[in-house]
């Protein structure tokens, strides 16, 4: 079943996912080296600049998958998709949490402690661990995004 927004065929949505993985996984390991070395550039600059980058990647992420969530048919993997869907907005809101509590208005709600921020940060990774594992989920097994080709031809 052909993913509803697409160029030239090509799925926009998982094009996208990688950049808001990638930001919110690194942003991680920057408040990890934070921790083992207390270089403050790590938490104040490299984690708050790429989780916040993760955040807008996420939600132009999610325009497309819901344009193709909106486009399936009801099959087999609509429940894969919803559950999908709903796991990415709860990690999104929980990063989105997690960077407010490191702006300068969020520190006074936590006491300025980084614990808070850090440990949505380590939820919200687990989060999109399990999200991401669903979305393989309905490529592979159900096929969603993945144009049929008619039989005989060759594979590109």
């Known amino acids: 079943m052909r993913a509803s927004a697409n160029i030239g065929g090509h799925p926009i949505h998982p094009a996208l996912i990688p950049f808001p993985i990638g930001l919110w996984v690194f942003s991680f390991v920057a408040d990890l080296i934070f921790l083992w070395r207390g270089n403050p550039i790590w938490e104040e600059y490299i ?17 497309f998958g819901m344009i193709d969530r909106l486009g399936m048919k009801e099959t087999d993997a609509v429940p894969t998709a919803n559950l999908h869907m709903g796991l990415n907005v709860v990690a999104l809101l929980v990063f989105v949490v997690s960077f407010y509590l490191r702006t300068a208005s969020g520190m006074h ?15 919200g990774i687990i989060l999109i661990a399990i999200s991401g594992y669903l979305g393989g989920e309905l490529v592979f097994r159900y096929g969603v995004g993945v144009e049929a080709r008619p039989e005989g031809s060759p594979e590109a």
Do not use: H, N, Q
Request: net charge positive.
């Open 47 to 63: 984690a708050f600049y790429t989780l916040l980058a993760g955040i807008i990647g996420a939600v132009l992420a999610a325009v």
């Open 109 to 123: 709600m936590t006491g300025g402690s980084f614990k808070i921020p850090f440990v949505l940060s380590l939820i």
